[in-house]
Nanobody, 123 residues
Framework: QVQLVESGGGLVQPGGSLRLSCAAS????????MGWYRQAPGKQRELVAT???????NYADSVKGRFTISRDNAKNTVYLQMNSLKPGDTAVYYC?????????????????WGQGTQVTVSS
C-alpha cells in the first residue's frame, strides 16, 4: 500500500512561512500526480495545490501567489512552500496521490492520503 508521511507543520505568526514535506513510499512516485489538501475544524477538506508528473501545477485561488508546490522525484517527496501565511490557512494539511488499477476488467481510481500535519497561523 502507498504510504504518505507529511511533516513540517507547526505554529507560525501571520506573515510567516512554513515548508511542508510529504514522503511517499511508492517506487513509481514520479509518474503520478501529487497534491496538497487542507481541512480546518468543522470544514470540508479542500484542495490547496496539485502537481503533475511533468511538473505542471495548479493552486486554489486562496493560496495563489503565496504557496508553491514542487516535487523531487529522486527523493519521492513533494513540498509545499507556504509564504505570507494568514490565520485562514490554519488547518491540517494532507498530502495525496492517486493511481489507477484494473480489477476484474474495470479501471478504478484509487486515492491515497497521508496522516496530515497541523499548521496553525496565529499571533
Amino acid at each position: 500500500q502507498v504510504q504518505l508521511v507529511e511533516s513540517g507543520g507547526g505554529l507560525v505568526q501571520p506573515g510567516g512561512s512554513l515548508r511542508l514535506s510529504c514522503a511517499a513510499s511508492r517506487s513509481d512516485f514520479s509518474i503520478y500526480p501529487m497534491g496538497w489538501y487542507r481541512q480546518a475544524p468543522g470544514k470540508q477538506r479542500e484542495l490547496v495545490a496539485t502537481i503533475t508528473s511533468g511538473g505542471t501545477t495548479n493552486y486554489a485561488d486562496s493560496v495563489k501567489g503565496r504557496f508553491t508546490i514542487s516535487r523531487d522525484n529522486a527523493k519521492n517527496t513533494v513540498y509545499l512552500q507556504m509564504n505570507s501565511l494568514k490565520p485562514g490557512d490554519t488547518a491540517v494539511y494532507y498530502c495525496n496521490t492517486e493511481d489507477r488499477v484494473v480489477e476484474g476488467g474495470i479501471v478504478r481510481r484509487r486515492v491515497y492520503w497521508g496522516q496530515g500535519t497541523q499548521v496553525t497561523v496565529s499571533s
